[in-house]
């Protein structure tokens, strides 16, 4: 049982790591792919 506690801390670790790198790569794509809408929905707007 001692020896499963360094494990369960580094799932955990693992997984918070995870899920805001997720976020992160979330945003980025969310931002990523509206800018690309707005230029493909609104040339007149990416043009001036």
Do not use: D
């Not at 506690?5 to 931002?31: D, E, N, T, Y």
Request: glycine content about 16%.
């Amino acid at each position: 049982m001692p020896q499963m506690a360094p494990l369960f801390w580094v799932f955990i670790w693992l997984g918070v790591l995870v899920g805001v790198f997720g976020v992160v790569i979330g945003l980025w794509w969310g931002a990523r792919s509206l800018s690309y809408g707005f230029k493909y929905k609104c040339p007149g707007v990416s043009k001036g």
